[in-house]
């Protein structure tokens, strides 16, 4: 299992808006850190509340989100 810390954050793309928590690795420090990782294509979401742009919304218990498709990232204040 990873170590490190969860933040809450918002995903922004094209088809809906994922809220969920992101694992942060212990050698990293921030979100920007982990969405800078090159050798990454995808991030991951977990515990995710899923909106479309129709006002419907699903959970999902995993996300995995490519990083070409993120028009926005917010992160909850802790």
């Known amino acids: 299992m990873s170590t490190g810390k969860t933040a809450r954050i918002k995903v922004k793309t094209a088809s809906a ?6 694992l942060i690795p212990a050698m990293r420090k921030r979100v920007s850190d982990v969405l800078n990782d090159e050798e990454r294509q995808f991030i991951n979401l ?9 006002g419907g ?9 490519n990083k070409v498709l993120i028009e926005a990232i917010y992160e909850e204040d802790s």
Do not use: P, W
Not at 46 to 54: L, P
Not at 57 to 65: N, P, R
């Open 57 to 65: 919304i699903q959970k999902a218990s995993f996300v995995s989100i």
């Open 17 to 22: 808006i994922y809220e969920g928590d992101i």
């Open 46 to 54: 977990t515990d995710v509340n899923i909106r479309d742009h129709h």
